[in-house]
């Protein structure tokens, strides 16, 4: 690992920066209008009692260039935890470092001082560049399993009336 990266636990102080590696993040994404959550959300949800979610920060020369955020989920065909990874983005200028493998190698370690069965993951099917980032590191896609997902006023109407 490059030395002058560092990887650290994110602060309440952190806020403002991780919302800004979101927005980069959705940008990138073509997502930016899909991006609803306040500093208020990420304290919360982040920070304090009760929140599930981890952030940590990665910084080259002190400087903050990337984020990831994960939580534990639970396999019951392992009896174990899992780690699932969120978010993970390195600022392009900062590409090329090492950030994006430090922070993945960080959240394996968690994941491994956890006794975590999986590290997991999902990436946008036309996002070559980090498919192949991942792949290079031995990661392997997911087979005949397909993601989905309720939100909105779809997952609000369905628990009011299923």
Known sequence: ??????????????????????????????????????????????????????CVICEHD??????????????????????????????????????GKALLQYLAKTAVDNNCGRFEWSVLDWNKPAIDFYESLGAKPKSEWLGYRMDGQTLIDFAKNG
């Open 1 to 54: 690992m490059n030395k002058s990266i560092t990887i650290r636990n994110a602060t309440p102080d952190d806020i403002p920066q991780i919302r800004q590696f979101i927005l980069e993040l959705a940008i990138y994404e073509k997502a930016e209008d899909e991006v609803e959550a306040t500093e208020q959300d990420l304290h919360k949800t982040l920070f304090e009692a009760g929140a599930i979610a981890h």
């Open 62 to 99: 002190g400087q903050a260039i990337g984020f990831a955020v994960y939580f534990f989920n639970y396999s019951t065909w392992q009896g174990r935890n899992g780690l699932y990874l969120e978010d993970l983005y390195v600022s392009p200028a900062s590409r090329g470092l090492g950030a």
